[in-house]
C-alpha cells in the first residue's frame, strides 16, 4: 500500500521549476522537481510543516493545505482524491479480511437483460469478476471454466490474468497500454480501502511475481477507469477491437459492470460468431 508521504514526493520529483515559472538562477540542484521548502511556500504552508507531513509525523492535514498542494502539483482530479484519500488514513493502518463480495441482484437483473449479443461482465473491488455472461466469458477467458466466478475462492482476478496469465498477456495486442491502467487503477482503490488485506495481498503478490506490474507501480500513477478499447488477436476468431465502457453501481459502489461493443465490422461478425457459439454450447448443455 501506498503512504501520504510518498505520494507526495513522487509527485514532488514530477513537477520542474520551471513548470510553475520558479527562477534557478542556474544553481545546481540535487532533486528531480521541487524541494520541499519550494513545494511549502508555493502552497503557502511552512517547510516545517511539510516536510512533517512528508515525513508521516503530522497527524492532519486539513483540506485547504491539501487542495492547495494538489495545485502546486498540477494533480489532476483522480489525483486530488486519490490525495485526499491517503491523507484521511491512519499513520499504521491494520488490515482486515474483507467479507466474500457477492454480486446485487438488480446487478444480475441488469446482465440478465442485456443478453448474450453484448459481451458484459461485473468485477469487484479487487478487479474479481464476481460474474459474466458467456460471451464475455467467450471472448476474454474461454481457456477458464464459465462458472468460475460462482466460488468466492477461485473466482478469476483480471490483474492477475493480465500479469501472470500468458494466455491473457499474449492475447491484448495493447496490452502495455491496458496494463498500465490496471496498475493506475488498482492504485486509486488502495487508497479507498487501506486495510483491505486481500488488496494489499494482491498487490504484493504482483510486485513479487510480475517485474511488468513491479515497475509499473512504482511510477506511482494513479488513475480512473470508466472508457477505452482494447485491441484483441483471439485464439478462436481473430482480430477483434472493442470499445469497454464502466457502468457504476450505486447499490453496490465498489462494483463495476462492464459493457463492451465492437468498433468495426469485422470486430461485430467476430463478436456475433462468439455468441452463436456460446448460445449453441449452452443448449447443449441443458440437452446434457
Not at 502539483?73 to 463480495?101: I, M, W, Y
Not at 437483460?113 to 468485477?123: I, M, N, R
Not at 498477456?169 to 496498475?183: D, T
Amino acid at each position: 500500500m501506498e503512504s501520504l508521504g510518498t505520494f507526495l514526493k513522487n509527485r514532488r520529483d514530477r513537477v520542474t521549476p520551471a513548470e510553475i515559472g520558479l527562477r534557478t538562477y542556474g544553481t545546481s540542484r540535487r532533486v528531480p522537481g521541487l524541494r520541499r521548502e519550494e513545494l511549502a511556500q508555493l502552497a503557502g504552508v511552512s517547510a516545517g510543516y511539510y516536510t512533517r507531513l512528508e515525513q508521516g509525523q503530522a497527524e492532519t492535514a486539513s483540506e485547504q493545505v491539501l487542495d492547495a498542494l494538489a495545485r502546486v502539483l498540477k494533480l489532476d482530479p483522480v489525483e486530488t482524491a486519490h490525495l485526499h484519500n491517503l491523507a484521511r488514513q491512519s499513520t499504521n493502518p491494520g488490515l482486515s479480511e474483507p467479507p466474500p463480495e457477492e454480486p446485487h441482484p438488480r446487478v444480475l437483473t441488469l446482465l440478465e437483460s442485456l443478453g448474450e449479443t453484448v459481451p458484459a461482465l461485473l468485477l469487484g473491488r479487487r478487479g474479481d469478476v464476481l460474474t459474466w455472461n458467456r460471451t464475455a466469458h467467450a471472448l476474454f477467458a474461454e481457456h477458464l471454466s464459465y462458472d468460475a466466478p460462482r466460488d468466492p475462492q477461485q473466482r478469476p482476478s483480471i490483474p492477475r490474468m493480465f500479469f501472470l496469465d500468458p494466455h491473457t498477456r499474449g492475447m491484448y495486442r495493447n496490452w502495455h497500454e491496458l496494463a498500465r491502467v490496471h496498475v493506475a487503477y488498482l492504485r486509486l482503490t488502495a487508497g479507498r480501502y487501506p486495510t483491505d488485506a486481500r488488496l494489499a495481498g494482491l498487490i504484493g503478490e504482483l510486485t513479487m511475481r510480475s517485474d511488468d506490474f513491479a515497475t509499473m507501480w512504482a511510477t506511482g500513477d494513479v488513475s480512473d477507469c470508466t472508457v477505452g478499447a482494447m485491441h484483441l488477436q483471439h485464439p478462436t476468431v481473430g482480430t477483434v477491437n472493442v470499445d469497454y465502457q464502466v457502468w457504476l453501481q450505486p447499490d453496490s459502489p465498489d462494483h463495476r459492470v462492464e459493457i463492451y461493443t465492437a468498433n468495426d465490422s469485422t470486430s461485430s461478425d467476430a463478436v456475433r460468431v462468439l455468441t452463436q457459439h456460446t448460445s449453441r454450447a449452452e443448449r447443449a448443455a441443458e440437452r446434457a
